[in-house]
T-cell receptor, first 114, second 113 residues
Framework: EAGVVQSPRYKIIEKKQPVAFWCNPI?????LYWYRQNLGQGPELLIR????????DSQLPKDRFSAERLKGVDSTLKIQPAELGDSAVYLC????????????FGSGTRLTVV | DQQVKQNSPSLSVQEGRISILNCDYT??????FLWYKKYPAEGPTFLIS?????DKNEDGRFTVFLNKSAKHLSLHIVPSQPGDSAVYFC????????????FGKGTSLLVTP
């Protein structure tokens, strides 16, 4: 079984530029999460999807961040424009709906904004 | 505010000895607790979990203990092996929030030969 696939693995951009991250969850996993991990911190939830519906986006900075999960499968997280403070690892995870402990994380995208 | 706290940023243990990683939480609504292990340049991988209705869960060399009254949990690794060297994250979730995970800052474990 393929795991959660994220791309790109690394991205370096100049501030004020846009950037997008892509995630393909495990087949059959209805719930998809985007987390952000700053250096020396634990991951923090940005948004949670149940199928194609964003059911918790309270922590997503909506002025510059957007996400979509068309057809309830893969998902894209976008930042426009990027700021220096957005440098972090962006992690995608998926699970069976409402299954505690059933998370599988991808390897993440390390974003560096210069 | 940090609802899950891991107050020890790092821990060094000799091979064969016990490693004890600690975690405290503040939100009484949390009903499921997990430990994740993370190697550099990889995503966190699930290690072991415990429901709030239990006080102990064991899986091979790994045991998680939960003390609900103290809002404290710990991960015991016995015996520790060099391959256990990684960052360990404590996480907690609540059924009323769709089991979204709240993570601590992590503890970096180094197991020396």
């Amino acid at each position: 079984e393929a795991g959660v696939v994220q791309s790109p693995r690394y991205k370096i951009i100049e501030k004020k530029q846009p950037v997008a991250f892509w995630c393909n969850p495990i087949s059959g996993h209805n719930t998809l999460y985007w987390y952000r991990q700053n250096l020396g911190q634990g991951p923090e939830l940005l948004i949670r999807y149940e199928n194609e519906e964003a059911v918790d986006d309270s922590q997503l900075p909506k002025d510059r961040f957007s996400a979509e999960r068309l057809k309830g499968v893969d998902s894209t997280l976008k930042i426009q424009p990027a700021e220096l403070g957005d440098s972090a690892v962006y992690l995608c995870a998926s699970s069976h709906t409402r299954a505690p402990g059933g998370y599988t994380f991808g390897s993440g995208t390390r974003l560096t904004v210069v | 505010d940090q609802q899950v706290k891991q107050n020890s940023p790092s821990l060094s243990v000799q091979e064969g000895r016990i490693s004890i990683l600690n975690c405290d939480y503040t939100n009484s609504m949390f009903d499921y607790f997990l430990w994740y292990k993370k190697y550099p340049a990889e995503g966190p991988t699930f290690l072991i979990s415990i429901s709030s209705i239990k006080d102990k869960n064991e899986d091979g060399r790994f045991t998680v203990f939960l003390n609900k009254s103290a809002k404290h949990l710990s991960l015991h690794i016995v015996p520790s092996q060099p391959g256990d060297s990684a960052v360990y994250f404590c996480a907690a979730s609540a059924s009323n929030s769709g089991y979204a995970l709240n993570f601590g800052k992590g503890t970096s474990l180094l197991v020396t030969p």
